[in-house]
């Protein structure tokens, strides 16, 4: 008499997640997305999963495992495996993790962050809010109030930019940033706008013009604005590499 065929592990069994070339995976992943399902919905269980696929519970576990490790899945004891919400925060480090990994320079963060920072402004222009606008305002006072504080007017002036990326209302153009966050970060880079007068002349001053053309929906002159922020930024970039 021949031995039992081995049952899957138990769930309270770790399970190595599949690799996201596995065809399993794909399959999967396809399924899910041709269903239509939004966060917070629950996915059908282990047992339907493995029936529809031709496969074992142990084969779907580790599909399941895969999504739920790059953060599209999330298990719950009470309500089983649902969709995630996405989470911009989580995408904006991954995003910057693979930039970090790449070793980019500083001039590669400034090119990026011209070509974003101009891409959103045509939608924070048309979707922006009165209470985004007084948030602008407030870190435009903040900011000068801060001037002589590099720490604390640096904080400021991302917070600025920041709110722009918020205003435009789409949540995969803000997770980038996190890629505003490095930069501002970049002490060797920053250094060079720790002057109290650039920070009021320069800095503050080159935000109420932002802001002025976004309070009067003047997308041309928001982004032309926006531009020669940056380039005045990025003129001094040789110097500091």
Do not use: K, W
């Amino acid at each position: 008499m021949g031995r039992p065929a081995r049952s899957a592990p138990p769930s309270s069994v770790p399970v190595p997640p599949a690799e996201p070339r596995d065809p399993l995976f794909e399959r999967v992943r396809d399924y899910l997305l041709a269903g239509g399902v939004r966060p917070g919905d629950r996915i059908p269980p282990e047992v339907e999963l493995a029936a529809h696929f031709g496969v074992s519970r142990y084969r779907i576990r580790t599909v399941l495992g895969a999504l739920a490790h790059m953060g599209l899945l999330e298990r719950t004891a009470r309500r089983g495996t649902v969709i995630r919400a996405p989470d911009q925060t989580g995408l904006s480090e991954q995003i910057l993790f693979q930039f970090n990994v790449g070793a980019f320079d500083v001039a590669e963060y400034m090119e990026a962050r011209a070509v974003i920072e101009c891409a959103v402004l045509p939608l924070a222009v048309m979707r922006t809010s009165p209470v985004l606008l007084r948030r602008m305002e407030e870190s435009i006072a903040a900011l000068r109030a801060t001037a002589g504080n590099p720490e604390a007017a640096d904080r400021h002036d991302l917070a600025f930019h920041l709110l722009i990326l918020e205003a435009c209302g789409n949540r995969t153009l803000q997770s980038f940033a996190g890629l505003l966050g490095a930069l501002f970060a970049n002490f060797d880079y920053r250094r060079q706008f720790h002057r109290r007068d650039y920070m009021l002349d320069v800095i503050a001053a080159g935000h109420e013009r932002i802001l002025e053309a976004i309070r009067r929906h003047d997308t041309r002159e928001a982004v032309r604005q926006m531009q020669q922020h940056l380039v005045m930024a990025q003129q001094d970039i040789p110097t500091i590499l």
